[in-house]
């Protein structure tokens, strides 16, 4: 049976190559977006252009066989509109314990200022549905920059 362990949004991460440990660079707590106009909710996301990474850990029982699944992302506004997802599968080798999952994106949905909630779902290749196995949140805020000299 394969378990979630942990998920962290970062900016970058890295695996030693010699150890095979994973670094968490710059974990993503809170966006703040610079802005020189009048700000107002939007009907549609825009996307803000940055890169990111959804990192996650999962382990199963002592197995002789490959397990294998699929994790969903989902990305909520604050107001709970979904604005985007993706599906990865992973499969833990037989005779392995643990394994890391790195998903990378290349912008950031934004509709208003507030909670981001990026929810983790996995589904094993034995279930049929998906089931909720993290919530995290991400906080965005506005910070009004002097636009630039002329």
Do not use: C
Not at 3 to 28: A, C, F, M, P, Y
Not at 41 to 55: G, H, K, R, S, W
Not at 57 to 84: C, R, W, Y
């Amino acid at each position: 049976m394969i378990r979630h362990i942990w998920t962290v949004i970062t900016q970058k991460s890295s695996i030693d190559q010699e150890t095979n440990n994973l670094t968490l660079g710059e974990v993503l707590e809170e966006l703040q977006v610079g802005f020189t106009g009048e700000v107002k909710d939007l009907t549609e996301a825009v996307v803000i252009p940055m890169n990111f990474e959804v990192v996650s850990m999962f382990t199963q029982t002592a197995s002789k066989k490959a397990q294998g699944g699929t994790v969903q992302i989902n990305i909520l506004d604050p107001h709970k509109k979904e604005l985007g997802n993706t599906e990865q599968r992973i499969e833990i080798p037989a005779n392995s314990r643990r394994l890391r999952s790195r998903i990378r994106a290349t912008g950031f949905p934004f509709t208003k200022v507030g909670d981001y909630t990026f929810e983790i779902r996995f589904k094993a290749d034995v279930d049929e549905d998906f089931q909720l196995v993290a919530n995290i949140p991400v906080g965005v805020t506005l910070k009004k920059i002097a636009p630039p000299a002329k």
